[in-house]
């Protein structure tokens, strides 16, 4: 779950995007934190300008989820 990477995302935002097989998330700023504490990484702030998911629900054991990030500054 990307919620615990990332500061301020509710559950209830992505209802109803992922069970169309799309999420599209803007300006997320990353949890430092939990990063530091599950990777060895420091960081002192990360942000994502956009992050898109895919997840092709229908052929899901023949198709690969796809996920791209743009504007990745930590």
Same mark, same amino acid.
């Given at each position: 779950y990307i919620g615990k990477y990332v500061i301020g995302l509710k559950r209830e935002e #992505?209802?109803?995007s992922w069970w169309n097989g799309f999420i599209t998330l803007l300006? #997320?700023?990353l949890n430092t934190k939990t990063l530091e504490e599950e990777f060895p990484v420091k960081i002192s702030r990360g942000f994502i300008r956009k992050l898109d998911v895919k997840i092709p629900w229908a052929s899901l054991l023949t198709s690969s989820m796809e996920i791209e990030v743009t504007g990745l500054t930590v």
């Amino acid at each position: 779950y990307i919620g615990k990477y990332v500061i301020g995302l509710k559950r209830e935002e #992505l209802k109803l995007s992922w069970w169309n097989g799309f999420i599209t998330l803007l300006n #997320l700023e990353l949890n430092t934190k939990t990063l530091e504490e599950e990777f060895p990484v420091k960081i002192s702030r990360g942000f994502i300008r956009k992050l898109d998911v895919k997840i092709p629900w229908a052929s899901l054991l023949t198709s690969s989820m796809e996920i791209e990030v743009t504007g990745l500054t930590v």
